[in-house]
């Protein structure tokens, strides 16, 4: 059954998936309800639900993250101040709520750029720019704060952050009894266009040793700092020169998309599926610790791009694309005659690819190729207008 907070109601009407849906008016009735139907799992199906499961689930006395932490994992300046009060290296951050206090900031770093300004609890990359200079700092947070996020929340606080150097990694976790099994490891390749980071694809690691191992154990220290103890973590870290830096933990499945057919193909399995597992069969899953990783295959995940925004006449490299060695599927693709715009978030609005391997060095080969015609704008056909 789904549980929608009252700013979804929108999304509680579209939804004919579940038996049961329910709109969370407060915690308290909402549990009874959910008792009442017998429910003894409470899961966060998006980030949107991060907070209020955990409410949920403490109010119904099931397993559940430290909710003294609860804001910590949502806000990410709070989350860096749980990191720093355990002691976990972190990326300098400070909050800024006018352009006085940014001027403040700024003043007080000097020559730190590049920096990024980003909103404090958003996600997707919204908002997130990358600025080699203050007049780019001062313009970011001018387009910032007062708009509208992501998560339909208003941007009172905007976050100015040392910007990391290295390479960023995706650790997906599942967590029980406040012990954390490392379910997937992924690189990311992000390009910085128009000072904005873009997320081009992620790509398995089939080993987790060397430096790649001291980042896993980072990370699993970042989720004891946050209070995550039970069910999926998302997190997001820089390795840099210095060492494993946190850019942000989620504490749910990874998303956008949610297909799980590419991650069984290479891994066995997929993140919700062991979330699921934990809470359904704890028995099961907590075998999964004696277990080495090591995933047979890799797997690609590619966040589609367009050379452009505007109208989509067609999307001519879809048949190069399901030609390339280890092409499994795509999924969401536009439709044409549909508007492309926020060509730099991390929404899967242009679709998604997956590809799988057995060849990981093939497969990044493939991964240049894609780009390269997506970059030529030969990928999606984009006329103008209507952007």
Not at 287 to 314: C, D, I, N, Q
Not at 320 to 336: C, E, I, K, N, T
Request: hydrophobic share 40%; glycine share 8%.
């Amino acid at each position: 059954m789904h549980v929608y907070t009252e700013d979804l109601r929108h999304a509680y009407e579209a939804d004919t998936t579940a038996a049961t849906r329910l709109l969370l008016h407060d915690g308290k009735t909402t549990a009874g309800e959910l008792a009442w139907l017998g429910v003894d799992t409470v899961i966060a199906a998006s980030e949107f639900g991060v907070s209020p499961a955990d409410e949920l689930a403490d109010l119904l006395g099931t397993e559940h993250n430290d909710l003294v932490l609860s804001k910590a994992r949502r806000d990410k300046y709070e989350m860096v101040q749980a990191l720093r009060a355990a002691g976990v290296p972190h990326a300098r951050t400070e909050t800024v709520t006018s352009s006085e206090e940014l001027g403040k900031v700024l003043d007080s770093w000097g020559d730190a750029y590049p920096l990024i300004v980003k909103p404090v609890n958003s996600a997707g990359s919204d908002g997130c720019t990358v600025c080699p200079d203050r007049a780019t700092a001062e313009a970011a947070y001018g387009a910032i704060t007062g708009a509208r996020n992501l998560m339909g929340e208003t941007n009172h606080e905007v976050i100015v952050q040392q910007f990391l150097k290295g390479t960023q990694y995706i650790v997906n976790t599942v967590s029980l009894h406040g012990s954390h099994l490392l379910t997937e490891l992924y690189a990311e390749r992000i390009d910085h266009t128009d000072n904005a980071p873009m997320l081009r694809h992620i790509i398995s690691r089939t080993e987790n040793t060397g430096r790649e191992s001291e980042l896993v154990e980072y990370v699993f220290s970042c989720l004891d700092a946050l209070g995550v103890r039970e069910g999926a973590a998302h997190t997001e870290v820089m390795l840099t020169p210095d060492g494993p830096r946190l850019v942000e933990v989620n504490s749910r499945v990874m998303g956008p998309c949610l297909a799980p057919d590419p991650y069984h193909a290479a891994f066995g399995y997929s993140h919700q599926h062991l979330t699921v597992e934990r809470f359904l069969r704890p028995e099961e899953f907590e075998r999964r610790f004696a277990l080495p990783y090591g995933p047979s295959r890799t797997v690609a995940k590619v966040f589609l791009r367009p050379h452009r925004e505007g109208v989509l006449e067609a999307v001519d490299g879809l048949r190069a694309l399901r030609r390339m060695p280890g092409f499994h599927s795509v999924a969401g693709l536009p439709q044409a005659g549909e508007t492309l715009r926020d060509r730099y978030l991390t929404t899967g609005a242009c679709g998604i690819a997956f590809l799988v391997h057995e060849d990981a060095a093939l497969l990044e080969s493939v991964l240049e190729s894609l780009h390269e015609i997506e970059d030529a704008g030969d990928f999606f056909r984009v006329t103008s207008g209507g952007a």
